[in-house]
């Protein structure tokens, strides 16, 4: 991970305290988090609040950190040969690190979801849907099926696979397959859902269209979505960070962040001087 | 180009280079069907004529008789693959598992390096190892003998099959299952396992159709008998070793059945691996990746 060669302005920044005061409840207190991969630091001392039921967009040029960030947000890292975390992350105050803290409910508590839809091709729309539970232990029909369809409905998904659900993922359209994405993180009800340039691969339509689930889904938790389009950002996002070279420049009010930023390297990236 | 060769004759040039790769590839094609060909012909000529219905349903009649059949040793061909599979399935899908899934570096290396020697290993090899570890120790041929000796030659097939059909699974899926908090051996059982599955199942059939008309490593373990086998324990009659029993005799009637019982043993493997090119292609879905 390095920084793009054109971008110019060359110091690594010096994280500034957090000015944006962040309304309780917080989903995420991230403190002094450095991440390296085999020796490479990717983060330095990110210091950062995740508000709750909000939307927080994560910012900037290929290769500063914005998925590292995430991932370390459901400690995605831990299966990653060579990745090392240090500092702490608190989710709802709960050390997410700490030895007793099992990652696979981490992982049930915080979904995510992929840039790339990656629906399981060798199960059905309803299989995938419910994949998470039934490899949980859930295993009532009924609680699935409940599950499954509140999941599809949360998803904006229901009315258009209502009447195949026993197809193959496979059979449903790009945009599709992304909200089934999405529905099978939801029917594990988590508290926060994760997501990494979720419509990066979709054409202008879909993509408006997971637009409008990330907002309707903030009523009920915590979104945390790196993105590179910055209107995208500007459109959901009531936050905004926004990184570079590994290191947070600066977190505020997405208005703020677009309109009147305190530090000038943020003003030339949402300007589209650099990056 | 040069300046003497005008565009014409350069253009032309490029199309006789082109018919004449296109003729090689077509002549090694041809090469290649050639032996199927002939073989499969030669043995309808000989063998067809043998084949009748009282060849799958009676015994190897003695000496002097004309008629019988091969019931027994198609028989026992099923039962043989079947002990194998039953030793060559689970190991050869477990290891499979550990190289894709589980293992490390060295270690994987070492098991790789150690399936790819074993699987170049000669067949007569097999049959003598497992004479000398079972055969010996048991007093006598049998057809555990020969199911373990055949199930010996499949581990490794099915070993390199199965990693490598779950190396095909995306690694997004992986992260998929990581972040809906599936534990990993879950992920392999239901989601990598069921991904992969015809192509695994395709591996286990074709190596199963291999191991079907092995002789070597049965003639050392469960030399033919010419009765039903009462009992796993005691040697049991199979195609390849009937075959080879027969063709080496002195007698016309043995040579004609033993064309029958070739022909039979290629269509077996014939139907197998026409069965797996169905698993794999059928439902496949469209690969979006």
Known sequence: ????????????????????????????????????????????????????????????????????????????????????????????????????????????????????????????????????????????????????????????????????????????????????????????????????????????????????????????????????????AARISGFTAFLYLGGLVEFDLTSKIFTNPSQQQTEDYVTGRFG | MTAETTPESNRRWRETKSALVSAACWVCALIVMTPLALVLFHLLRLGASSLDWTFFTQLPKPVGETGGGMANAIVGSFVLVGLAAAIGVPIGVLGGIYLAEYGSGRVNFMVRFAADILNGTPSIVWGIVVYALVVIPMKGASAYAGGLALGFMMIPLIIRTTEEMLTLVPQSHREAALALGIPRWKFIVHIALKTARKGILTGVLLAAARVAGETAPLLFTTP???????????????????????????????????????????????????????????????AIH
């Open chain 1, 1 to 232: 991970m390095t920084a793009s060669p054109i971008i110019q302005p060359g110091q690594p920044p010096q994280t500034p305290p957090s000015r944006v005061v962040i309304p309780p409840p917080v989903t995420f207190e991230v403190s002094q988090l450095n991440v390296w991969f085999s020796g490479h630091q990717a983060l330095r001392d990110i210091n950062l609040k995740i508000p709750s039921k909000a939307v927080t967009a994560i910012i900037g040029p290929s290769g500063c950190g914005k998925s590292t960030l995430l991932r370390c947000l459901n400690r995605m890292h831990d299966m990653a040969p060579g990745a090392r975390v240090e500092g702490r992350i608190t989710l709802f105050g709960e050390d997410l690190y700490s030895s007793n803290v099992d990652p696979t409910v981490v992982r049930r508590r915080v979904g995510m979801v992929f840039q790339k839809s990656n629906p399981f091709p060798a199960m059905s729309i309803a299989e995938n849907v419910t994949v998470g539970l039934r490899l949980n232990g859930v295993k009532t029909k009924s609680v699935l099926a409940e599950r499954m369809e509140r999941a599809l409905r949360m998803a904006a998904l229901w009315d258009e696979v209502k009447d195949r659900l026993r197809l193959g993922a496979l059979r449903l359209s790009g945009g599709q397959q992304q909200r089934l994405c999405i529905a099978r993180a939801l029917a594990m009800e988590p508290e926060v859902l994760l997501m990494d340039e979720p419509a990066s691969a979709l054409d202008p339509l879909a993509t408006g269209r997971i637009e409008e689930l990330i907002l309707e889904l903030k009523e009920q938790l915590t979104l945390v979505i790196v993105t590179h389009n910055m209107q995208q």
């Open chain 2, 224 to 286: 033919g008998n010419h009765f039903w086998s009462r009992s796993l324990s005691e040697p049991i009659a199979s195609l390849p070793v009937q075959i080879y029993v027969n063709a080496i005799g002195p007698y016309d009637e043995w040579h004609r059945q033993a064309w029958a019982g070739a022909l039979v043993l290629l269509f077996m493997a014939l139907a197998v691996n026409v069965g797996a090119r169905l698993i794999t292609g059928r439902n496949n879905p469209p």
